[in-house]
């Protein structure tokens, strides 16, 4: 069982930044591959960004291209989504998720992941 604990949402301007985290439970977490997606009101949880075992390997949508960045830290459980020149349209709950079969091939739908945290609201204003 993996328990996945988000932090770092708020109500910020448009412009501004922020940084998520996601506190990752179990021994293996170096083993995992991680998501973030958002999901709108009215909306489907989309992808956002994901990070291979080390680190090295990176992917986004390409609405985020070139704002967001995702790191992880491995010594600490830890799955970060810095987020820059946030934008009105970036407003939804974002999700870390954890692929624990991760083999190398990028997930980018949601039902590739098995564990899932509950969420944290971001807001942008205009």
């Known amino acids: 069982q993996v328990q996945l604990v988000e932090s770092g949402g708020g109500l910020v301007q448009a412009g501004s930044s922020l940084r998520l985290s996601c506190a990752a439970s179990?021994?293996?977490?170096?083993?995992?591959?991680m998501g973030w997606f958002r999901q709108a009101p009215g909306k489907e949880r989309e992808f956002v960004a994901f990070?291979?075992?080390?680190?090295?390997?990176?992917y986004y949508a390409d609405f985020v291209k070139g704002r967001f960045t995702i790191s992880r830290d491995n010594a600490k459980n830890t799955v970060y989504l810095q987020m820059n020149s946030l934008k009105p349209e970036d407003t939804a709950v974002y999700y870390c998720?954890?692929?624990?079969?991760?083999?190398?091939?990028?997930?980018?739908?949601?039902?590739?992941?098995?564990?899932w945290g509950q969420g944290t609201q971001v807001t942008v204003s205009s």
């Open positions: 179990g021994r293996t977490f170096s083993s995992y591959g």
């Open positions: 998720a954890a692929d624990v079969h991760y083999s190398g091939v990028v997930p980018y739908r949601p039902r590739e992941y098995e564990y």
């Open positions: 990070i291979g075992w080390s680190g090295g390997s990176t």
